[in-house]
T-cell receptor, first 117, second 114 residues
């Protein structure tokens, strides 16, 4: 079965420091994509970063990077130089084609990040 | 491009009423989907479509119907609303049903069933 696990319900980080949000996944499909979304208090879902299962390099997008460890099935999000505007809910998600799922997104339960001034 | 649009933003229904949540995208995406978000549960897939005329069930399809007559539109119908359907509903789309395409989300509809 496909599954995403986020073990940190909530985290605090000091402004300007780096923070790592954990995500582990489970799939038997060799072709999959891993995604991180941000949901601020206003409610919209904002796509942050993507990593493909065959990508050799870790993905980076500005202050966001994805620490992809395929053997450990982990895809942690690293936010560098945290800002107050980073306070939000963060979701890890996966798309695979296993069992005819047609590439549907499976989400973890999320991590609530609070940035302290 | 407007991206993915959803209407209405908020809705209150009484138990037993029916309604349709609208979703449209102007990016010519093949894949569209509906999710519901409940506190502490993340997002769960209700129904999805890989192209016009093709729909299928997701994880939590009971009580909902969908159709996809055009590439752009993917409405979600609540047949007989129940309090358990109180939730935030998101529509999303992607270029294809591929592990390598990100999904773009609409702004959401907050539904309350009394």
């Amino acid at each position: 079965a496909q599954k995403i696990t986020q073990t940190q319900p909530g985290m605090f980080v000091q402004e300007k420091e780096a923070v790592t949000l954990d995500c582990t996944y489970d799939t038997s499909d060799p072709s999959y994509g891993l995604f991180w979304y941000k949901q601020p208090s206003s409610g919209e879902m904002i796509f942050l970063i993507y990593q493909g299962s065959y990508d050799q390099q870790n993905a980076t997008e500005g202050r966001y990077s994805l620490n992809f460890q395929k053997a450990r099935k982990s895809a942690n999000l690293v936010i560098s130089a945290s800002q107050l505007g980073d306070s939000a809910m963060y979701f890890c998600a996966m798309r695979a084609n296993y069992g005819g799922s047609q590439g549907n997104l499976i989400f973890g339960k999320g991590t609530k990040l609070s940035v302290k001034p | 491009n407007a991206g993915v649009t959803q209407t209405p933003k908020f809705q209150v229904l009484k138990t037993g009423q029916s309604m349709t949540l609208q979703c449209a995208q102007d990016m010519n995406h093949e894949y569209m989907s509906w999710y519901r978000q409940d506190p502490g549960m993340g997002l769960r897939l209700i129904h999805y479509s890989v192209g016009a005329g093709i729909t299928d069930q997701g994880e939590v399809p009971n009580g909902y119907n969908v159709s996809r007559s055009t590439t752009e539109d993917f409405p979600l119908r609540l047949l007989s609303a129940a309090p358990s359907q109180t939730s935030v509903y998101f529509c999303a789309s992607s270029y294809r049903a591929s592990p390598y395409n990100e999904q773009f989300f609409g702004p959401g509809t907050r539904l309350t069933v009394l």
